[in-house]
């Protein structure tokens, strides 16, 4: 069974850093890509980042482009999302995802965990 659970959101002010975490279970950590997207209230969700299940290409948004940096532990079946220099505008639910390989169209990611939410105040 394929399970994604995301950690790490929280409540911080506008320059500070976050690091979230998406832990995958089931057997497609190590053939699957998996992304980060986010879903401001009243908008629609939107790539954030994302990283092949080697590691070796990542993707960002322009958005985030220098402030977040994505990286996988195979070790412990985790992808995470360091956030830097957070912005009032980042604040969004954050959900990490699963795809068998396209890193930037959120129509190709079969597997979503339910999202943690980050908070950036001004």
């Known amino acids: 069974q394929v399970q994604l659970v995301e950690s790490g959101g929280g409540l911080v002010q506008a320059g500070g850093s976050l690091r979230l975490s998406c832990t995958v279970s089931?057997?497609?950590?190590?053939?699957?890509?998996t992304g980060w997207f986010r879903q401001a209230p009243g908008k629609k969700r939107e790539f954030v980042a994302a990283?092949?299940?080697?590691?070796?290409?990542?993707a960002y948004a322009d958005s985030v482009r220098g402030r977040f940096t994505i990286s996988r532990d195979n070790a412990k079946s985790l992808v995470n999302l360091q956030m830097n220099s957070l912005k009032p505008e980042d604040t969004a639910l954050y959900s990490c995802?699963?795809?068998?390989?396209?890193?930037?169209?959120?129509?190709?990611?079969?597997?979503w965990g339910q999202g943690t939410q980050v908070t950036v105040s001004s």
């Open positions: 995802a699963a795809s068998e390989g396209v890193l930037r169209d959120i129509r190709e990611y079969e597997y």
């Open positions: 990283i092949t299940w080697s590691g070796g290409v990542t």
């Open positions: 089931g057997s497609i950590f190590s053939t699957y890509a």
